[in-house]
């Protein structure tokens, strides 16, 4: 990912998909375009889940438990307005 977002949420109360959600929404309020793609850790994904709505979602070790990389991937042809 070229442009993205590193977002921690730690309530425990919230399941994945609300998590994705809310970061998603924060993503498009910041930077006026929907992200497309959600790294994460392989922790927090059910088998098989690869899609929360247009959203991609992609395993990544690298991404700490509670942690959610948002945004467009490097090879997407329209880029987000940073502000």
């Known amino acids: 990912m070229e442009l993205g977002e590193l977002f921690y949420i730690a309530d425990a109360r919230l399941n994945l998909e609300e998590r994705v959600l809310w970061a998603a929404g924060r993503y ?4 006026g375009q929907q992200p497309t793609l959600c790294m994460l850790h392989p922790s927090l994904l059910k088998a098989g889940q690869k899609h929360l709505g247009r959203l991609r979602l992609e395993a990544k070790k690298s991404v700490l438990p509670n ?4 945004g467009v991937p490097a090879d997407a042809k329209i880029k987000p307005l940073v502000r």
């Open 28 to 31: 498009q309020k910041k930077y």
């Open 67 to 70: 942690y959610l990389w948002i």
